[in-house]
Nanobody
Framework: QVQLVESGGGLVQAGGSLRLSCAASGSSFSAYAMGWFRQAPGKEREFVAGITGSGGSTYYTGSVKGRFTYSRDNAKNTVYLQMKSLKSEDTAVYYC??????????????WGQGTQVTVSS
């Protein structure tokens, strides 16, 4: 099990950028695939991006492809979600999540507390 703490959310104008970070405590961080999820008011939680333990493979949902970049630094036990060209529809609470194993698909076991991203138009 890992404990996750997100940071980097905030208020930004449409077209702007933000970088979310998620720091993990615990051992064997590279053994965990990581995901970013988001939930907007009145909507279901959405899987936004995933990254394998090595960082060699990533996944993005269609609406963020080309605008968001997911990376990780296993030496720092941290993942990053660089978000560019933000749109009002990106407004949501963003959650970092971890699952043991190589694939970023499937059930996530550990969740952060969430960080609010608000994009003003």
């Amino acid at each position: 099990q890992v404990q996750l703490v997100e940071s980097g959310g905030g208020l930004v104008q449409a077209g702007g950028s933000l970088r979310l970070s998620c720091a993990a405590s615990g051992s064997s961080f590279s053994a965990y695939a990581m995901g970013w999820f988001r939930q907007a008011p009145g909507k279901e939680r959405e899987f936004v991006a995933g990254i394998t333990g090595s960082g060699g493979s990533t996944y993005y949902t269609g609406s963020v492809k080309g605008r968001f970049t997911y990376s990780r630094d296993n030496a720092k036990n941290t993942v990053y979600l660089q978000m560019k060209s933000l749109k009002s529809e990106d407004t949501a609470v963003y959650y970092c999540a971890a699952k043991f194993g190589s694939s970023y698909y499937g059930q996530y076991d550990c969740w952060g507390q969430g960080t609010q991203v608000t994009v003003s138009s």
